[in-house]
């Protein structure tokens, strides 16, 4: 989980496609490591990572900021988390994850990904059965954007997960 090479990957992802998609300049924050029980932010984009690494990575807004980045996308005033607003940040984290994946192919990394998943809730925790995520905050104009990232490495010999299967088909 700290390859800086893995992780230089994702991180560029984000700062490229939040430039292009948003035509903002972004700064990243510090990046940190959390811990499960650490909440996150109230609209989650969640896509699945499998291949040669298995996991997952999020991108994490406030309720005000997934309607600001939506606003942009669509050019309209967005005012509360519609489908539209959820589809909005399902597919940012669709893109950053298909960067990643492209950028993470030129380093001999392997991946598939899954759907985007949309998560909203006050206080959400999510655990990937102890691996620790890395959180890369993303300073825009329309308010932060939490980027975590949690992945291990999968062994030649180790059987695909159920997640590997689903991306497949």
């Not at 490229?16 to 990243?28: D, G, N």
């Not at 811990?35 to 996150?40: N, R, S």
Request: net charge negative; hydrophobic share 40%.
């Amino acid at each position: 989980m700290n390859d800086p090479a893995i992780i230089n990957c994702f991180v560029r992802a984000g700062l490229e496609t939040f430039e292009a998609e948003l035509q903002v300049t972004i700064e990243r924050g510090t990046v940190t490591l959390t811990k499960p029980e650490d909440p996150g932010k109230p609209v989650i984009g969640l896509i699945g990572v499998t291949g040669d690494l298995e996991g997952m990575i999020s991108l994490g807004v406030t309720r005000e900021t997934a309607c600001a980045i939506a606003g942009s996308l669509m050019g309209e005033e967005m005012t509360e988390v519609t489908p539209l607003v959820e589809s909005a940040i399902g597919e940012m984290c669709n893109v950053v994850a298909g960067r990643a994946t492209l950028l993470l192919n030129d380093i001999g990394q392997h991946l598939d990904i899954t759907p985007p998943v949309i998560i909203m809730g006050d206080d959400l925790k999510m655990s990937m059965g102890g691996v620790p995520r890395l959180t890369v905050p993303f300073h825009t104009p329309f308010g932060d954007v939490e980027m975590k990232i949690a992945y291990h490495a999968r062994t030649k010999d180790e059987a695909p997960s159920a997640l590997h299967v689903a991306a497949r088909t």
